[in-house]
């Protein structure tokens, strides 16, 4: 009887914070060990409280709950627990490896982007020299021609005189 009303304080707990999951984040560079047993001897000595934390990454109200050890209800639901907590620890493992793999595509793609600006300036710089060469190579001709005509008019002075 006393297992019984144990394993409803447990199943009420067990409901009364399945539906607090937090979006606390583990870094990614942060090593996280798992331990736990599921070993079925039973300890009647321990108190309920000196279990030790199976998932320690874990908040308080998302750890597995102690099992009854006299209710393989209470170990099974345990059990399911523990592999929940498991299955959680991958997945938030796997959303900071896809988040580290959308940091380096971000850098990568901040860094395609520059390189295409970079192109661009150069490409217009490329124009703009261009242009001004043209220009230099107009105004050369010109100032050729202008010395020729210059030549030309002082030999005639040269040749009158």
Do not use: W
């Not at 000595?45 to 209710?71: I, M, T």
């Amino acid at each position: 009887m006393a297992g019984s009303k144990q394993l409803e304080q447990t199943s009420k707990s067990i409901g009364s914070s399945a539906h607090m999951i937090t979006t606390a984040r583990v870094p990614a560079d942060k090593p996280v060990r798992i331990a736990f047993s599921l070993d079925e001897s039973p300890d009647d000595d321990a108190p309920e409280n000196s279990f030790p934390l199976a998932f320690p990454e874990l908040d308080q109200q998302l750890q597995p709950l102690p099992p009854c050890h006299d209710s393989k209800e209470s170990m099974q639901v345990y059990k399911q627990h523990c592999k929940i907590a498991e299955e959680y620890h991958e997945v938030k493992k796997e959303i900071a490896l896809l988040e580290e793999r959308k940091k380096e595509l971000i850098a990568r793609l901040e860094q395609v982007e520059k390189e295409s600006m970079d192109a661009a300036q150069l490409a217009k710089e490329y124009a703009e020299l261009t242009e001004e060469n043209r220009t230099l190579k107009l105004a050369q001709t010109q100032c050729v021609e202008q010395l020729e005509k210059l030549r030309i008019q002082y030999q005639k002075r040269q040749g009158s005189s």
